[in-house]
């Protein structure tokens, strides 16, 4: 069981906008500004598409936002591509003995 | 341009060791904290190990802590991870990372290790 909690799976058409959230607790992802998202295609390693909630790396394409309210982050990709199908995988870093936790993944379906 | 290239994978047995090491490029390698994370088959991500700058602080997930241990090599611009007492849990593919305070930025392409008898 993955400390925090993903849809399993979101789907939409080519151009419309779709979200995933991100759900913790007061203790993790309520409580810090280091949540971060990674995409990844089948096969492949992940790649950064958002860093501490927000913030886009360079040579991310802007269609891809984040934000968080309370105990829980989102992933905003909007004018969905046939290119952002994928994996996408929401992840925090904290204090303790385990300072990197990780969503379960949410498999995304360009329909 | 950043790489992470992993190699020293392969299939072992139960109670085997096995050493991963990690080129790294493109970058000053000394002035970057390092991890190690894992994906088992058809599952997702997790963190395995951290290491510092200079090699004197190492931290590790539960499940792993006295069977591997991290390290590097800043003269070699290699990152390593030894492997002990292999358990067939541990079969994943095994990445290299570049550590961030508060995320990864890059990662390697990956490599698979099977344990299994």
């Known amino acids: 069981q993955s400390a925090l909690t993903q849809p399993a799976s979101v789907s939409g058409s080519p151009g419309q906008s779709i979200t995933i959230s991100c759900t913790g607790t007061?203790?993790?992802?309520?409580?810090?500004?280091?949540v971060s998202w990674y995409q990844q295609h089948p096969g492949k390693a992940p790649k950064l598409m958002i860093y501490e909630v927000t913030n886009r790396p360079s040579g991310v394409s802007n269609r891809f936002s984040g934000s968080k309210s309370g105990n829980t982050a989102s992933l905003t990709i909007s004018g969905l591509q046939a290119e952002d199908e994928s994996d996408y995988y929401c992840?925090?870093?904290?204090?303790?003995?385990?300072?990197?936790?990780f969503g379960g993944g949410t498999k995304l379906t360009v329909l | 341009e950043v790489q992470l290239v992993e190699s020293g994978g392969g299939l072992v047995q139960p109670g085997g060791s096995l050493r991963l090491s990690c080129a790294a490029s493109g970058f000053t390698f000394s002035s970057y904290w390092m991890s190690w994370f894992r994906q088992a088959p058809e599952k997702g991500l997790e963190w395995v190990a951290n290491i510092n700058l200079d090699d004197t602080e190492k931290y590790y997930v539960d499940s792993v802590r006295g069977r591997f241990t991290i390290s590097r090599d800043n003269a070699k611009n290699s990152l390593y991870l030894q492997m002990n007492s292999l358990r067939t849990e541990d079969t994943a593919v095994y990445y290299c990372a570049r550590k961030r305070p508060t995320y990864i930025d890059y990662w390697g392409q990956g490599i698979l290790v099977t344990v299994s008898s």
């Open positions: 007061s203790s993790d992802v309520g409580g810090y500004n280091s």
């Open positions: 992840s925090l870093y904290r204090s303790g003995s385990t300072p990197v936790v």
